[in-house]
């Protein structure tokens, strides 16, 4: 390991249920609360859901990934590149779609179809600790995080994502992010300084040094700046 991370963030992925895969058979899920819970605790594949919700994060790589924010909470929403639609922060947008398993074990929500409907307010980050990161209260919610940058690397497997290790105190939370893997390594000068990075908590992806995440947006000297 290079550093230690957070363990508890997705103790619930870890504890696969028989149900996994099937279909439920219940309602519809029509608030970003539920769908999170189908996802996280329940991890019940097969489930529709359809959401009204203000964008919050549009990224890295739109159209792979978007999270909306309603009354409820927030919730994370994965599409495919065959929506020809451009998705802006602060768009008011309505979207179907059902929740499907993910090769990683994970169960993801996957749209079908999105409406652009107006505008709204984007919702603002939540300043969190480490520590309230990993406690789920803030899963899929765009999140800012404080801490010393102690590494960076990419990814093993695909090495188009790069993390940047970000620890404050005993706790380190990994936030990942998108650039060529032809490019240089980003960020190189800042390991350790204390940086900021602003994104999604996420807790779906599985295997050890991704336990706990953010998942950033933007351009690079956005996602990870000095504090000075």
């Known amino acids: 390991m290079r550093s230690r991370i957070l363990p508890t963030l997705i103790a619930?992925?870890?504890?696969?249920?028989?149900?996994?895969?099937q279909t439920d058979g219940g309602d519809t899920l029509r608030t970003a609360r539920e769908v999170a819970r189908t996802l996280?605790?329940?991890?019940?594949?097969?489930?529709?859901?359809?959401?009204?919700?203000t964008v919050s994060f549009a990224g890295p790589i739109w159209p792979s990934?978007?999270?909306?924010?309603?009354?409820?909470?927030?919730?994370l929403l994965h599409a495919s590149r065959k929506i020809g639609i451009h998705i802006s922060v602060g768009d008011l947008v309505h979207v179907t779609g059902k929740t499907q398993p993910h090769i990683s074990g994970a169960v993801l929500a996957q749209?079908?179809?999105?409406?652009?409907?107006?505008?709204?307010?984007?919702?603002?980050a939540r300043?969190?600790?480490?520590?309230?990161?990993?406690?789920?209260?803030?899963?899929?919610?765009?999140?800012?995080?404080?801490?010393?940058?102690?590494d960076l690397f990419r990814d093993e497997i695909d090495t188009d994502f790069v993390f940047a290790a970000i620890t404050e105190?005993?706790?380190?939370?990994?936030?990942?992010?998108?650039?060529?893997?032809?490019?240089?390594?980003?960020?190189?000068?800042?390991?350790?300084?204390?940086?900021?990075?602003?994104g999604?908590?996420?807790?779906?992806?599985?295997?050890?040094?991704?336990i706990a995440h953010l998942l950033v947006e933007g351009e690079m000297h956005d996602l990870v700046v000095r504090i000075r």
Request: hydrophobic share 40%; charged share 20%; aromatic share 8%.
């Open 65 to 75: 990934e978007l999270a909306i924010e309603d009354s409820s909470g927030s919730i």
């Open 40 to 53: 996280v605790t329940d991890m019940r594949s097969d489930i529709p859901f359809e959401l009204t919700g």
């Open 127 to 150: 300043h969190v600790s480490a520590q309230e990161f990993a406690s789920g209260k803030f899963d899929f919610s765009l999140v800012r995080l404080e801490g010393i940058l102690t």
């Open 169 to 198: 105190g005993e706790n380190t939370v990994y936030a990942a992010f998108w650039t060529p893997s032809a490019a240089p390594l980003p960020l190189k000068g800042l390991v350790g300084e204390r940086v900021s990075a602003v």
């Open 12 to 21: 619930t992925l870890l504890s696969f249920t028989p149900g996994i895969g």
């Open 200 to 210: 999604i908590c996420q807790p779906n992806d599985t295997g050890e040094r991704r």
């Open 111 to 124: 749209i079908d179809s999105i409406k652009h409907i107006g505008k709204s307010t984007a919702p603002p």
